[in-house]
């Protein structure tokens, strides 16, 4: 799987971004796809993830209630929906798919099978 991420930009506190990712390959629909971030001088975080069929997603504390992911496994899409954006939200974000027919969990716990380039979020205050 490959994918290639999209989206990032510059955003003033209070707005939004929609970040998206293009997989490649016709396997996509049995992974558990997610958003990792890392801010400058920090570690990587998870951010937000989505089952492989769409039914179930789990967010970060930090963002949930404001950001929203989303798949279309028609398109070999996943898509990142950013409201209401703090400072504190930048940073470069990265798609990720977790391992084969993996559970959600376990990508939400770092089990990463692949990592698309990351797309840079500028928040501004």
């Known amino acids: 799987v490959q994918l290639q991420a999209s989206g990032g930009g510059l955003a003033q506190a209070g707005g939004s971004l929609r970040l998206s990712c293009a997989a490649s390959?016709?396997?996509?629909?049995?992974?558990?796809m997610g958003w990792f971030r890392q801010a400058p001088g920090k570690e990587r975080e998870f951010v937000a993830a989505?089952?492989?069929?769409?039914?179930?997603?789990y967010y970060a504390d930090s963002v949930k209630g404001r950001f929203t992911i989303s798949r279309d496994n028609a398109k070999n899409m996943v898509y990142l929906q950013m409201n209401n954006l703090k400072p504190e939200d930048t940073a470069v974000y990265s798609c990720?798919?977790?391992?084969?027919?993996?559970?959600?969990?376990?990508?939400?716990?770092?089990?990463?099978?692949?990592w698309g380039q990351g797309t840079l979020v500028t928040v501004s205050s």
């Open positions: 390959g016709r396997t996509f629909s049995r992974y558990a």
């Open positions: 990720a798919a977790g391992t084969l027919d993996g559970a959600l969990g376990l990508l939400i716990k770092g089990a990463v099978g692949y």
């Open positions: 989505i089952s492989w069929s769409g039914g179930s997603t």
